[in-house]
């Protein structure tokens, strides 16, 4: 559920509503003037449409007064060692730390794994986006992701690097 408050423009009268299941919301009983509508926004999303200022007059009936909102979307994997250097991530294979993994497309960032081989990119809007391992000397790539198609809500895991290490 979302939390809508109105105010009036330079007026004393304020109220607040929250969303129904299906987004509806409503304000009856006001008084003839000028209003603006604004959204408690809630944590990881973002705000894409906002109705603005309503006049409200005699008998009005303001409808389609809708603000849009777009989830924040988030891409992650692992990065392991692929001891057999079959591009598939056995039970045997361990994490690796310390590996830098770019995000490349609508967003540009980096990050580095952690203990585990773990990655992740969060706060992500809708796009394409492209992931990039730094390869280290002495390592031959052998799974990489693929494109990530980001739309509101993403949460795609699973976006594995392997490596094998040359001997």
Request: charged share 15%; aromatic share 12%.
């Given at each position: 559920?979302?939390?809508?408050?109105?105010?009036s423009?330079?007026?004393?009268?304020?109220?607040?509503?929250?969303?129904?299941?299906?987004?509806?919301?409503?304000?009856?009983?006001?008084?003839?003037g000028?209003?603006?509508?604004?959204?408690?926004?809630?944590?990881?999303?973002?705000?894409?449409?906002?109705?603005?200022?309503?006049?409200?007059?005699?008998?009005?009936?303001?409808?389609n007064?809708?603000?849009?909102?777009?989830?924040l979307?988030?891409?992650?994997?692992?990065?392991?060692?692929?001891?057999?250097?079959?591009?598939?991530w056995?039970?045997?294979?361990?994490?690796?730390?310390?590996?830098?993994?770019?995000l490349?497309?609508a967003?540009?960032?980096q990050?580095?794994?952690?203990?585990?081989?773990?990655?992740?990119?969060?706060?992500?809007?809708?796009?394409?986006?492209?992931?990039?391992?730094?390869?280290?000397?002495?390592?031959?790539?052998?799974?990489?992701?693929?494109?990530?198609?980001?739309?509101?809500?993403?949460?795609?895991?699973?976006?594995?690097f392997?490596?094998?290490?040359?001997?």
């Open positions: 559920f979302r939390r809508v408050l109105f105010r423009l330079g007026g004393a009268a304020q109220a607040q509503t929250v969303t129904n299941a299906q987004g509806y919301y409503e304000f009856t009983g006001l008084k003839a000028l209003y603006t509508l604004a959204e408690v926004l809630q944590n990881g999303w973002q705000q894409t449409d906002a109705p603005g200022n309503v006049n409200v007059t005699s008998g009005t009936n303001s409808q007064n809708d603000f849009g909102n777009f989830q979307g988030k891409i992650s994997g692992y990065k392991f060692d692929d001891t057999n250097g079959d591009g598939i056995n039970g045997n294979e361990d994490g690796l730390s310390g590996w830098t993994i770019n490349g497309g967003a540009q960032a990050t580095v794994t952690d203990v585990d081989g773990y990655y992740e990119f969060t706060g992500l809007k809708a796009g394409l986006y492209t992931l990039a391992e730094v390869l280290q000397n002495g390592w031959q790539q052998t799974l990489a992701p693929g494109n990530v198609q980001v739309t509101s809500g993403t949460d795609s895991k699973e976006n594995n392997g490596n094998f290490q040359l001997g």
